[in-house]
């Protein structure tokens, strides 16, 4: 992986634990808190993607629009599936679990159907990421078994979603060749515009959310779009199995903030994958 893609998915991967850690914070809401950080995503992204349209070299294209739709549609699945695994289980299950499982079929689909071959260091460090992830979201912690077990659940649920929006994404940027600023924005735009029905059968929920937790709403709502675009610009320069993996960063990151910040126990096996998180990265690096 060259050195620009890799430099852009490490500075998403801090941005995400950050947004990650904000979610976490949310003490109810699922469709409702989705909504209001989808709609302070696109208002902030309206005028860039405007004029990103006016100015874009290409002209716009119909498949731009079917390829933002199913974005939207996998997107709205990822943020409430994951927001309510962050309702009943803790982020140091939750998070790394559904980032490795993410990258994990990812890279098995990126080999398997588009033909990518990463080599073997590449492939090394993918696998060094995984079983990373296996140690910080494994061990028992006594009295919460049920929490665990299903936080494991949503965590496997959300990284499916993940590995499916990946690969879309990915050709999308650069199979369809649609701009990454303009995808995500007109992404964000029907998102926000899908879960309108959500958000106005929850409204005082919606209203609650504003009040109390406005401040996670707008570190959500703005910084998620930042961290994903970066990614974006990321897959137009190296393959999605070499990106998917590397992004996992993000997964020592959340696992600290739940120690350091959220007082969530097994700091010693957090830090012990964490380790060969990063080890991993490295080979991804040198890939």
Known sequence: ?????LSLVLVAA???????LAAKRISSGGTQ???LYYTVSAVALLPITAVQLVFEADRPQWSWLLAAVVTSVLHIAYGVVLQRGYRVGDLSVVYPVARGTGPLLSVLAAVLVLGERPGWLGLLGAFLVI???LVISTGRKDGETHGRRAGIFYGLLTGAVIAGYTLWDAHSVTGLGVPPVVYFGLGSILQSVMLVPGALAGRAEVARIWREQRREVFVVGL???VAYVLVLFALTMAPVSLVAPARELSIVLGGLAAWLVLGESDAVRRLAGSVIVLAGIAAIAAA
């Open 1 to 5: 992986m060259n050195a620009t893609a």
């Open 14 to 20: 801090v941005v995400h634990a950050a947004w990650n």
């Open 33 to 35: 808190f989705v909504w």
């Open 131 to 133: 079983a990373g992830v």
């Open 223 to 225: 910084l998620s779009p």
